[in-house]
């Protein structure tokens, strides 16, 4: 049961663009979402994380847009350089059965072309 | 600071073989979980530890198990490898458990396991 969902697995983008990734969750006990960023070869790294009071948090070119309702968080990326080519995960953190959990999705593939 | 050290980096077994991991968590960082990343499975919670104590566990066999020692470094081990387990051995470190923060991990670049 994937609580996690990233759907589309690939996104090509052109360099200059806006990359938009989305993500779907299941569970209303997620509270906290993060996104990380991941090169070959390499572990992920921490990229943005929203709180679920919130519905915008943004970092410079990155921002992050939490819909509760929907249940529906995607990642912004303005502009889109080619640097910014990588595997980006979502992640979902809640109480689940008594202990905190985080999921994450299963990941897309960006590739920004110059 | 230095960053989350796993060992080795690649790892050949074949089926039926154990295998142990190493992991060496950012200094002073107390809480280290354990990730296998298959492909377009993405990244599947094995376990997490803190204080020398399992805190928390996903959904694997028993064939998969782990321990923290005093200095907060874990080891993973996997018995009786089957092919199924070839992936890609993620650690990853933080201050305290996730139960307690939201601080995000810190992962390593991980292990390459295949199992022949």
């Known amino acids: 049961d994937q609580q996690v969902k990233q759907n589309s697995p690939s996104l090509s983008v052109q360099e200059g663009r806006i990359s938009i990734l989305n993500c779907d969750y299941t569970?209303?006990?997620?509270?906290?979402f993060l996104w990380y960023k991941k090169y070959p070869a390499e572990g992920p790294t921490f990229l943005i994380s929203i709180s679920s009071i919130k519905d915008k948090n943004e970092d410079g070119r990155f921002t992050v847009f939490l819909n509760k309702s929907a249940k529906h968080l995607s990642l912004h990326i303005v502009p889109s350089q080619p640097g910014d080519s990588a595997v980006y995960f979502c992640a979902a953190k809640g109480s689940q059965g008594g202990s905190e959990k985080l999921v994450f999705g299963k990941g897309t593939k960006l590739t920004v072309n110059p | 600071k230095a960053g989350v050290t796993q060992t080795p980096r690649y790892l050949i077994k074949t089926r039926g073989q154990q295998v142990t991991l190493s992991c060496s968590p950012i200094?002073?960082?107390?809480?280290v979980s354990w990730y296998q990343q298959t492909p377009g499975q993405g990244l599947q919670f094995l376990f997490e530890y803190f204080s020398e104590t399992q805190r928390n566990k996903g959904n694997f066999p028993g064939r998969f198990s782990g321990r923290q020692f005093s200095n907060s470094r874990s080891e993973m081990n996997v018995s009786t490898l089957e092919l199924g387990d070839s992936a890609l051995y993620l650690c990853a470190s933080s201050l305290v458990p996730a139960r307690m923060d939201n601080s995000p991990l810190h992962f390593g670049n991980g292990t390459r396991l295949t199992v022949t």
């Open positions: 200094s002073g960082h107390r809480s």
């Open positions: 569970n209303s006990m997620f509270d906290y």
